[in-house]
């Protein structure tokens, strides 16, 4: 979106129709769970309007939880009509902008592995068995320590980082050390090869100093979703 999306505010509601950009199976291509068969729930909208925001996600369509189900099921088969994927991820926008309570306790109760992608600005009490995969986004005066409530269930960080991008070139402390959390480092595509290639270079130099994953978008080098 590039920053040209609406900022939408937190629903409240009982989750059982929920804002859905896009249902699809793929590849999950970066973070903890790179290289999983997933299926990805992208629901719509964002509280936050990141300038290099490549994701579309204001063009959604409301769906009700059991037809979002049903539909996470029937990807999650292989040809021989065996479930073969068993990672959902939900993501966006903003996941956690939306009631997904129900959501994950379905998913869970049907025996997938559920993993979130938020920004760590809005906290749900969402099953301990959901993994969450917090990727923080500076304001202008910086990054800020992420909510407690949220913080001590988070799973994951991932930090974007750009060579020259204000506050997108250092790994701050966002409250991570404080219960142990996993640092991942991804480079931020720019849609630009030179930039790309120094964010990558940056995004190595990073993980050898701090000793933090590094993170790449597999998903853009396999040319899928």
Do not use: W
Request: proline share 4%; hydrophobic share 35%.
């Amino acid at each position: 979106m590039f920053g040209n999306n609406p900022k939408r505010a937190a629903v409240i509601g009982s989750g059982d129709i929920l804002d859905v950009q896009q249902i699809f199976k793929t590849i999950q291509g970066e973070g903890p769970f790179a290289g999983r068969p997933s299926v990805f729930i992208r629901l719509g909208g964002c509280n936050l309007a990141c300038s290099f925001c490549d994701t579309e996600f204001e063009s959604f369509e409301t769906l009700e939880l059991q037809t979002i189900l049903d539909e996470v099921y029937k990807l999650s088969l292989n040809t021989k009509n065996l479930r073969s994927v068993n990672l959902i991820v939900i993501t966006g926008g903003e996941p956690l902008r939306q009631p997904i309570e129900q959501l994950c306790t379905s998913l869970i109760n049907q025996g997938f592995t559920v993993q979130i992608e938020t920004n760590g600005t809005i906290y749900r009490d969402l099953p301990s068995d959901v993994h969450i995969v917090c990727s923080p986004k500076p304001g202008v005066q910086g990054y800020k320590v992420v909510r407690e409530d949220l913080l001590k269930k988070i799973s994951a960080f991932k930090f974007l980082v750009a060579k020259n991008l204000k506050f997108y070139n250092s790994i701050s402390e966002v409250g991570q050390t404080k219960y142990n959390i996993p640092v991942y480092i991804q480079p931020i595509d720019q849609n630009n090869e030179i930039l790309n290639q120094e964010n990558i270079e940056f995004a190595i130099e990073q993980s050898l100093q701090t000793g933090s994953y590094l993170s790449t978008q597999i998903h853009k080098y396999l040319n899928i979703e």
